[in-house]
């Protein structure tokens, strides 16, 4: 059983599996939503991400953080 929830494009506040995001910052870096989901408890959905160039380097966000441009921006 799995603890993650998916949820329907409606839920995830247009962000969606393959799309890019450039962290601000000294080093903008370019990350790539591989999931949407939900952990039960958490109010808001997450994003798992992975760093384009080091498929090892993955981090977990929530979706309101992500949509937030101080800290990410999406690529075109």
Same mark, same amino acid.
């Given at each position: 059983?799995?603890?993650?929830?998916?949820?329907?494009?409606?839920?995830?506040?247009?962000?969606?599996?393959?799309?890019?995001?450039?962290?601000?910052?000294?080093?903008? +870096?370019?990350?790539?939503?591989?999931?949407?989901?939900?952990?039960?408890?958490?109010?808001?959905?997450?994003?798992?991400?992975?760093?384009?160039?080091?498929?090892?380097?993955?981090?977990?966000?929530? +979706?309101?953080?992500?949509?937030?441009?101080?800290?990410?921006?999406?690529?075109?």
């Amino acid at each position: 059983m799995s603890i993650w929830r998916r949820h329907g494009p409606e839920d995830n506040y247009g962000i969606s599996v393959g799309q890019r995001f450039s962290s601000v910052g000294r080093v903008a +870096l370019t990350w790539e939503v591989i999931s949407v989901a939900s952990y039960p408890g958490d109010v808001a959905p997450h994003a798992r991400l992975l760093r384009v160039g080091a498929q090892r380097d993955a981090k977990t966000v929530s +979706l309101q953080v992500l949509r937030d441009r101080r800290f990410y921006q999406p690529k075109q």
